[in-house]
């Protein structure tokens, strides 16, 4: 999370590629229904740690880092408008929520189940959270666009798992065939 800004999109994306096969993987070969929900929610629980610490425990209040744009996708437009560096804050906000999907997806919890919309809910509602925080204490400039960022970062990181997690399934079907 913290060195994330300065990576290159390449290695960020084969970095989540390979934590997410890693991740199935794990999901898949360690037994014990128990053990491995308490593995994956105690991961998970750091996880939102790190979060939390960096977008507001780790920054310094101040009235010039506050702010608020309720404008959607307004930093598609500053984008379109030469600000290049709003594209690699996007597309960071995307990746730092992809392990909140990807998680929550492999915990099997009973409320979840099925109902995957649940995941993109609380991606919803705790990133909001986090934008509130910040502009209510001057940690940061509040966006929509942000919450849209992390939220979508959240359900790709949910899409994967699903997707990571057939096709390890058929991978083995065929293997033991």
């Not at 308490?38 to 780790?58: E, K, M, Q, R």
């Not at 960071?92 to 929520?97: D, E, I, K, Q, Y």
Request: aromatic share 16%; net charge neutral; hydrophobic share 55%.
């Amino acid at each position: 999370i913290f060195f994330m800004y300065n990576w290159d999109y390449g290695v960020l994306l084969a970095f989540l590629l390979v934590l997410s096969v890693l991740f199935v993987v794990f999901q898949k070969l360690i037994p014990g229904k128990t053990v491995k929900r308490s593995i994956v929610f105690a991961s998970f629980l750091i996880y939102v740690g790190l979060i939390i610490y960096s977008t507001l425990i780790d920054r310094e209040s101040s009235p010039e880092n506050s702010g608020y744009c309720v404008i959607p996708f307004a930093s598609f437009f500053q984008f379109l408008n030469g600000n290049t560096d709003i594209m690699q804050q996007s597309i960071m906000n995307v990746a730092l929520f992809y392990p909140f999907g990807l998680l929550l997806s492999g915990a099997d919890v009973k409320f979840i189940g099925k109902r995957k919309w649940i995941i993109a809910a609380l991606a919803f509602a705790f990133s909001f959270c986090v934008e509130i925080l910040q502009f209510i204490f001057h940690l940061g400039y509040a966006e929509i666009d942000d919450v849209i960022h992390n939220t979508s970062g959240a359900i790709i990181g949910m899409l994967a798992f699903t997707a990571l997690e057939k096709l390890f399934d058929k991978i083995c079907a065929k293997l033991l065939n």
